[in-house]
C-alpha cells in the first residue's frame, strides 16, 4: 500500500517546496499546570519537545521572520508553515491565542499555519478563531496529539485525556466541512506496554476517523524525562534495532487508510538528547535515514 507523503501533498497543493518554521509561543499543558495534572506526558522534556530553532524571547512576528530568513537561505524556497509547536498551542484564552496567530497569518509568504495542542484544549471557540483564517486563503493544520487508542496506555503516560476525547475534538472539526481546515495526529508507536497488535490496532481506529494527515514515530527516550529515568532502571524496553521497529511500522501503515498524508515516519530528536534507541540518532550515524527509509520501502513492497 502506497501513502502520500507529505512533500508529495505539498508540491502538488502549492506547486513549489513549502518548509517549516517551528514557533515558540510560551505555553504550557493542563497536565503540567496542575489544571488537570503535574508533571507532564512521561516522553516529553522539560521545553515540550521544542525544536530550539528559533529563540523563545522574540516576538513570534520576529520568530517567523527570522526563521523564514533561515529556511529561504538554506532550501531555496519562498513558501513557509508557521508552526506554533510546543506544549499545547491552544491552551490559553481565545484572545491570548488571536494576537499570537494574527502576527503570523498575514505575513506573505505564510501558506499554512500549523498549530499543536491536544484533543481536549480545542473548544468551538478556538475552532472559530482558527476557521476565520481561512477566508484569508489560509490553510490550517489542527496538529492534536493522541498517541495511542489505548486509554490505560494513555493513564500510564499521564496524557490526562481520554481517546473518546480525541475523536470527539476530530468529529467536531470535521462537521466544519471547511477544506482548507486538515486535522494532523501524532502517534507514537512503542508506548510501554503496547504490543503490536495493539498498535496495529490504534491504525485501525484512526482510520474510522476524519484525520487527513498523520506524524508517527518510535518510541525515544530523551534526557531528562520520567521514561528516562525508567529506561536506565531497565524497566521500559524501546526499538533498540531498526528493523524491528520497521516491522511494526510496516504492519501499521498496512492497516492505515491509504489517503491519509504521512508526515512524518520515524523521530529523531535533538542533538545531544536522545538516550535511545541508538540508531535514530541521526546525527551521529548519518547515513541511518536513508537506510531506514529504504529498509521501509523494501517491507512495503506488494502490500
Not at 505539498?10 to 517551528?22: E, G, I, W
Not at 488571536?98 to 505564510?110: A, F
Request: charged content about 25%; some cysteine.
Amino acid at each position: 500500500m502506497k501513502h502520500r507523503s507529505l512533500k508529495d501533498y505539498l508540491k502538488s497543493r502549492f506547486n513549489s517546496r513549502v518548509q517549516r518554521v517551528t514557533l515558540e509561543g510560551g505555553f504550557t499543558c493542563p497536565n503540567i499546570d496542575g489544571t488537570k495534572s503535574v508533571g507532564g506526558c512521561t516522553f516529553c522534556t522539560e521545553d515540550g519537545s521544542s525544536s530550539g530553532a528559533q529563540n523563545a524571547t522574540h516576538t513570534i512576528r520576529r520568530q517567523l521572520e527570522d526563521g523564514i530568513a533561515k529556511q529561504s537561505k538554506r532550501f531555496r524556497c519562498d513558501k513557509f508553515i508557521a508552526y506554533f509547536q510546543s506544549f499545547t498551542n491552544t491552551y490559553a484564552d481565545v484572545a491570548y491565542l488571536k494576537s499570537l496567530y494574527d502576527q503570523v497569518v498575514d505575513h506573505p509568504q505564510v501558506v499554512v499555519l500549523a498549530v499543536g495542542t491536544r484533543p481536549d484544549c480545542v473548544s468551538e471557540e478556538v475552532i472559530d478563531l482558527l476557521e476565520s483564517y481561512t477566508q484569508r486563503g489560509l490553510e490550517i493544520w489542527v496538529d492534536i496529539g493522541v498517541q495511542t487508542s489505548h486509554n490505560q496506555t494513555l493513564e500510564k503516560i499521564n496524557r490526562a485525556h481520554s481517546y473518546e476525547d480525541f475523536v470527539d475534538c476530530a468529529e467536531r472539526i470535521a462537521r466544519r466541512q471547511n477544506p482548507l481546515i486538515r486535522i494532523c495526529t501524532h502517534v507514537i508507536i512503542g508506548l510501554p506496554g503496547e504490543s503490536p497488535e495493539m498498535i496495529w490496532q490504534t491504525a485501525e481506529k484512526l482510520s474510522q476517523t476524519p484525520i487527513h494527515d498523520l506524524k508517527i514515530h518510535q518510541l525515544c527516550v530523551l534526557k531528562g524525562t520520567a521514561m528516562e529515568i525508567d529506561y536506565l532502571n531497565g524497566e521500559l524496553v524501546v526499538y533498540e534495532n531498526m528493523e524491528d521497529y520497521i516491522k511494526v511500522l510496516a504492519g501499521f501503515l498496512e492497516r492505515l487508510r491509504s489517503d491519509i498524508v504521512i508526515q512524518r515516519l520515524m523521530g529523531e530528536g535533538k542533538v545531544g538528547e536522545l538516550v535511545a534507541p541508538d540508531w535514530a540518532d541521526t546525527h551521529k550515524h548519518k547515513g541511518n535515514k536513508n537506510k531506514f527509509l529504504n529498509l521501509l520501502a523494501e517491507s512495503l513492497v506488494g502490500c
